[in-house]
T-cell receptor
Framework: DTGVSQDPRHKITKRGQNVTFRCDPI?????LYWYRQTLGQGPEFLTY????????KSRLLSDRFSAERPKGSFSTLEIQRTEQGDSAMYLC???????????????FGAGSRLTVL | DAKTTQPNSMESNEEEPVHLPCNHS???????IHWYRQLPSQGPEYVIH???SNVNNRMASLAIAEDRKSSTLILHRATLRDAAVYYC??????????FGTGTRLKVLA
């Protein structure tokens, strides 16, 4: 297993365009997370999946953002009508855990850096 | 969500021990204390976690205060590769790992 993979690593787009990021988690992991990180800040939680169910979306995730995890495997994060404020690193993480444990360890991917011109 | 407070930055000399503090005065009984670090241009990396007792692994040690309101990540011999941002996070029975701004560790050769 090569860990959590994210694609593309870098994306430059013009304002108003749509972009999609893909995350392939560690295969046996049932939980998948998306975070966003801007320069000088820690990662901010965006959304979380338990298998294929999206259980929570942060208020940071506007209507232009949508995430899916079909069949509980890979996940995609789509941003429609991108704005310059969307420029950030988008991080995916996965973990194996049950609902009751705070001991779950996250494994992060290297991230997808988005630049909106 | 319980919050943590960390110094913005710290410096250490190479080959010396580093003690990275974290205050979490509002910690609840079910909150685990996790530490992650983030090297430049990489995603965060798990370092260590604990609940009540001190923990050791190949990367570091975690010392947890008796009242659990603070903890310290200990790197026994800092190397240049340990230069990173270190995050202290509290988690409980939820999935939400809330990162703060962390401590930027600079290791001097």
């Amino acid at each position: 297993d090569t860990g959590v993979s994210q694609d593309p690593r870098h994306k430059i787009t013009k304002r108003g365009q749509n972009v999609t990021f893909r995350c392939d988690p560690i295969s046996e992991h049932n939980r998948l997370y998306w975070y966003r990180q801007t320069l000088g800040q820690g990662p901010e939680f965006l959304t979380y999946f338990q298998n294929e169910a999206q259980l929570e979306k942060s208020r940071l995730l506007s209507d232009r953002f949508s995430a899916e995890r079909p069949k509980g495997s890979f996940s995609t994060l789509e941003i429609q009508r991108t704005e310059q404020g969307d420029s950030a690193m988008y991080l995916c993480a996965s973990s194996l855990g049950d609902r009751s444990s705070g001991a779950n360890v996250l494994t992060f991917g290297a991230g997808s850096r988005l630049t909106v011109l | 969500d319980a919050k943590t407070t960390q110094p913005n930055s710290m410096e250490s000399n190479e080959e010396e021990p580093v003690h990275l503090p974290c205050n979490h005065s509002t910690i609840s009984g079910t909150d685990y204390i996790h530490w992650y670090r983030q090297l430049p241009s990489q995603g965060p990396e798990y370092v260590i976690h604990g609940l009540t007792s001190n923990v050791n692994n190949r990367m570091a040690s975690l010392a947890i205060a008796e009242d659990r309101k603070s903890s310290t990540l200990i790197l026994h011999r800092a190397t240049l590769r340990d230069a990173a941002v270190y995050y202290c996070i509290l988690t409980s029975g939820t999935y939400k790992y809330i990162f703060g701004t962390g401590t930027r560790l600079k290791v001097l050769a």
